[in-house]
């Protein structure tokens, strides 16, 4: 039996010319623990 592989996400973003391209800033630095919290805040928000 032939295993699968495991499926990737990715997620990309259309900057179109003369659109300013979006500051990410505030997640720079943080620790995957850190981004993880903030997506469950949302999850248990949502």
Known sequence: M????PQRNVTSRIIRKGDPVP???EWEGTTPK?????VWELTLEC
Do not use: H
């Open 23 to 25: 500051n990410d800033w």
């Open 34 to 38: 850190e981004r993880i919290e903030a």
């Open 2 to 5: 032939k295993q699968r592989s």
